[in-house]
Nanobody
Framework: QVQLVESGGGLVQAGGSLRLSCAAS????????MGWFRQAPGKERELVAG????????YYVDSVKGRFTISRDNAKTTVYLQMNSLKPEDTAVYYC?????????????????WGQGTPVTVSS
């Protein structure tokens, strides 16, 4: 089992920044690929960014490339999502997820463990 707790969401104006954190406990964190998903009202949950076990390989959805950065600290068992130049369309609930898979899966069903989500609202 892996327990995930997100923090750092909130209300920010367009162009602003937020840093999300996801603290993990339980199963060895360093053995998990980690992902940040988001889900806006009426939309499907989508993978925003993913990071390999070592942190050397990352994935970003096209809409956030150049603005978001995913990172992890295996010693602190925490994964981060730095979000810059935020846009109103980034408004969603953001979820941290973990999977024992070797590569970063894109589909939510491939992730075994989920946090409770943290809301991000970007005002125009």
């Amino acid at each position: 089992q892996v327990q995930l707790v997100e923090s750092g969401g909130g209300l920010v104006q367009a162009g602003g920044s937020l840093r999300l954190s996801c603290a993990a406990s339980g199963r060895t964190f360093s053995n998990c690929v980690m992902g940040w998903f988001r889900q806006a009202p009426g939309k499907e949950r989508e993978l925003v960014a993913g990071i390999s076990r070592s942190g050397l390989n990352t994935y970003y959805v096209d809409s956030v490339k150049g603005r978001f950065t995913i990172s992890r600290d295996n010693a602190k068992t925490t994964v981060y999502l730095q979000m810059n130049s935020l846009k109103p369309e980034d408004t969603a609930v953001y979820y941290c997820a973990a999977t024992p898979r070797v590569v970063v899966p894109l589909e939510p069903k491939e992730y075994n463990y989920w946090g409770q989500g943290t809301p991000v609202t970007v005002s125009s």
